[in-house]
């Protein structure tokens, strides 16, 4: 069945829909005409300006982990697509009480608040491929959905994240609930806001993730820092293909299976500098930075396979194409990304020198 003839009309729940997946998420679902479409988000790490404000979009603004917000949530839920996190890893590791509070309570207090209700027909849960991913700085293998997963993780968060994944595996076997897991590689792309939301206790508040770090410093000139020799890899997949995916998931994903959100293509974190510096024509050379102390994840890429042959998903935006998307989004916008950084400016003194 397609995408447009199954949401369309359906009673719609994001959890994180005001975040940078969650966002370009309900815009997309708004494109299919669904009946309600339920957006809960705490802004811990988002802004309110990215709610679609639409006759059919009901804002309820809290944690998905409180009572008031989970009994305000109406019974005749179809769809629920639960995007919520703290983000990120370093926050996590500076705080590990408000991750679980944030990444691992939300997920089980509302997968308990959903599994009675009658006319649910999925829920997707936004899975990490960074938690199942083997930790290895050697040539890197594919990672398939099946494949054996450590008890050894460099993060609060990223244990939050495979925790989501149990509890969403407990809750279909146990309950029956429609539950499926949608496991992203490195999502990038228009929308992601450096310093979005609140302060969460280091600069990767502001500097959030390795893209829109990397983007905005080349429009500003400056050295990108390419940490241990830029040799890590990852898979860089654009935000509107995980919102295809997700929608993919919602329609023909199997109740209690895995799907990896990967294009399928290794790029090294050197090769992704090179490159975002010659889009956005920066000629200072990159600045070499020692290794993070607590990351082990050192090379590794998605399996894209399972995905395409049973969803019939598959990332369409090659890295190239995305990131000059990115990088016009990031030129367009750049008052309201610097407006969030300088909340921040307090603790991260050099988003003052932005003008
Ligand atoms: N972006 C990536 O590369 C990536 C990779 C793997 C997995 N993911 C997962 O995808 C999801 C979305 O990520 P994102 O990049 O859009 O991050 P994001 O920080 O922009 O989105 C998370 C959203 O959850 C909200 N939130 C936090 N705590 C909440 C709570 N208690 N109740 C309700 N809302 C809450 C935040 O305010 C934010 O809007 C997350 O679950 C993340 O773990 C993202």
């Given at each position: 069945?397609?995408?447009?003839?199954?949401?369309?009309?359906?009673?719609?729940?994001v959890?994180g829909g005001?975040g940078?997946v969650g966002g370009?998420l309900?815009?997309?679902?708004?494109?299919?005409?669904?009946?309600?479409?339920?957006?809960?988000?705490?802004?811990?790490?988002?802004?309110?300006?990215?709610?679609?404000?639409?006759?059919?979009?009901?804002?309820?603004?809290?944690?998905?982990?409180?009572?008031?917000?989970?009994?305000?949530?109406?019974?005749?839920?179809?769809?629920?697509?639960?995007l919520?996190?703290?983000?990120?890893?370093?926050?996590?590791?500076?705080?590990?009480?408000?991750?679980?509070?944030?990444?691992?309570?939300?997920?089980?207090?509302?997968?308990?608040?959903?599994?009675?209700?009658?006319?649910?027909?999925?829920?997707?849960?936004?899975?990490?491929?960074?938690?199942?991913?083997?930790?290895?700085?050697?040539?890197?293998?594919?990672?398939?959905?099946?494949?054996?997963?450590?008890?050894?993780?460099?993060?609060?968060?990223?244990?939050?994240?495979?925790?989501?994944?149990?509890?969403?595996?407990?809750?279909?076997?146990?309950?029956?609930?429609?539950?499926?897991?949608?496991?992203?590689?490195?999502?990038?792309?228009?929308?992601?806001?450096?310093?979005?939301?609140?302060?969460?206790?280091?600069?990767?508040?502001?500097?959030?993730?390795?893209?829109?770090?990397?983007?905005?410093?080349?429009?500003?000139?400056?050295?990108?820092?390419?940490?241990?020799?830029?040799?890590?890899?990852?898979?860089?997949?654009?935000?509107?293909?995980?919102?295809?995916?997700?929608?993919?998931?919602?329609?023909?994903?199997?109740?209690?299976?895995?799907?990896?959100?990967?294009?399928?293509?290794?790029?090294?974190?050197?090769?992704?500098?090179?490159?975002?510096?010659?889009?956005?024509?920066?000629?200072?050379?990159?600045?070499?930075?020692?290794?993070?102390?607590?990351?082990?994840?050192?090379?590794?890429?998605?399996?894209?396979?399972?995905?395409?042959?049973?969803?019939?998903?598959?990332?369409?935006?090659?890295?190239?194409?995305?990131?000059?998307?990115?990088?016009?989004?990031?030129?367009?916008?750049?008052?309201?990304?610097?407006?969030?950084?300088?909340?921040?400016?307090?603790?991260?003194?050099?988003?003052?020198?932005?003008?």
């Amino acid at each position: 069945m397609s995408q447009t003839q199954t949401l369309s009309g359906a009673s719609i729940l994001v959890v994180g829909g005001a975040g940078f997946v969650g966002g370009a998420l309900c815009r997309h679902l708004l494109k299919l005409a669904p009946r309600r479409l339920t957006i809960v988000d705490n802004l811990l790490s988002a802004d309110i300006a990215n709610v679609p404000e639409h006759d059919v979009v009901e804002f309820i603004p809290g944690s998905i982990a409180d009572d008031r917000v989970l009994t305000r949530l109406s019974a005749d839920l179809e769809f629920v697509f639960h995007l919520a996190c703290y983000h990120g890893n370093q926050s996590s590791i500076l705080d590990p009480i408000t991750d679980h509070q944030n990444n691992t309570l939300t997920t089980l207090k509302l997968f308990e608040r959903l599994k009675d209700m009658p006319d649910l027909r999925k829920v997707v849960y936004s899975a990490a491929g960074c938690a199942v991913a083997r930790k290895t700085f050697d040539t890197a293998q594919a990672t398939a959905e099946d494949a054996p997963v450590s008890l050894i993780h460099d993060s609060p968060y990223s244990i939050s994240k495979l925790v989501g994944e149990m509890y969403g595996n407990y809750y279909f076997r146990q309950h029956g609930l429609p539950y499926v897991a949608a496991r992203f590689q490195n999502v990038y792309g228009p929308g992601e806001i450096l310093g979005a939301g609140q302060w969460r206790g280091t600069p990767a508040t502001v500097w959030r993730n390795v893209v829109p770090t990397f983007i905005w410093k080349a429009l500003h000139g400056e050295a990108l820092p390419v940490e241990n020799g830029g040799i890590a890899s990852r898979d860089f997949v654009f935000v509107d293909d995980i919102a295809q995916g997700l929608m993919a998931c919602a329609t023909n994903g199997t109740p209690g299976e895995a799907y990896n959100m990967a294009s399928g293509v290794e790029t090294s974190i050197g090769e992704l500098a090179e490159t975002i510096n010659r889009l956005a024509g920066n000629s200072t050379p990159v600045a070499m930075a020692p290794a993070r102390p607590w990351d082990h994840s050192g090379k590794r890429f998605g399996d894209p396979s399972k995905s395409r042959h049973r969803l019939g998903f598959a990332a369409s935006v090659t890295l190239e194409d995305g990131l000059e998307r990115t990088i016009r989004w990031t030129r367009d916008n750049r008052s309201r990304i610097l407006a969030a950084m300088r909340r921040h400016a307090r603790f991260v003194p050099e988003v003052k020198a932005y003008g």
